[in-house]
């Protein structure tokens, strides 16, 4: 699942550096599952006093799931993300999103999170083709 890009925001690009909300436009409007779940995350995060907020159902199609790994393994993409939400984003298999609030990234959940053992612990033999 590639980024569907308007001929006008690939002529700005062509002729220089892109506007951050043109680019996240054309991710929610490109990727609208991966955009939804980032979404809803980060809302949860907002609502609460919690450090972070997770995603743990898995996408309902392939389609979906791609979108979510695009939107989470593209540097340029991730990062649009986190600055517009004003989050940091961690992401384990196939669909655990999670949304940080900027000031728990050095603590013990964000590295629990993250970390190798975080990793492992995180997996199942359904998760393995996911």
Known sequence: MSLTVPPALLDA????????????????DSLPYAWATVSRVVAELESGDAELADNVVPPPSDADR???LRALASDAIRAGLERHFGVR??????HRVAAFRPSAVDGERYRRFVSTRG??????PELRNC
Request: proline share 3%.
């Open 13 to 28: 690009a062509e002729r220089g550096p892109v506007d951050d909300e043109a680019f996240i436009a054309c991710v929610r």
């Open 66 to 68: 791609g979108q979510l």
């Open 89 to 94: 984003l961690a992401f384990q298999n196939c």
């Open 119 to 124: 990793q492992l612990l995180n997996q199942s």
